[in-house]
């Protein structure tokens, strides 16, 4: 999901024989970020608002990295039901998460 989500188009000047460094610095920053999620998530203590407050608190993770990043942990926690009360996403989700979710979560689209 992440990587289907996730095209990382290099800031300027950092193409060409420097973009192998920059997806290296750019992994290294998702790394931290899952290095600070990991306590939570780990001991089942987190929601939505905590995980998401915590993604955003980063630099260059705004509302739809965050989303992303609050799908990933639901589905690879599903017991930590993370996105079971509420999740807004854009019409251009929608599919996708009919898809992974059924219509409204209820099952089968």
């Known amino acids: 999901l992440h990587t289907k989500a996730f095209n990382s188009y290099p800031q300027r000047g950092e193409g060409g024989e420097r973009y192998p460094a920059y997806i290296c610095r750019r992994m ?3 790394a931290k970020i899952g290095l600070a999620a990991w306590p939570s998530v780990s001991s089942g203590r987190c929601s ?3 995980l998401d407050a915590l993604y955003r608190g980063f630099d ?3 509302p739809t990295m965050s989303k992303v990043l609050l799908v990933t942990n639901h589905l690879w926690r599903p017991e930590l039901r993370i996105l079971d009360e509420s999740c807004e996403v854009g019409d251009g989700a929608d599919e996708a998460f ?3 979710f059924g ?3 209820g099952g089968d689209a």
């Open 28 to 30: 290294a920053h998702f």
């Open 48 to 50: 939505m608002r905590s």
């Open 60 to 62: 260059r993770i705004g």
């Open 98 to 100: 009919n898809y992974l």
């Open 103 to 105: 219509a409204r979560g």
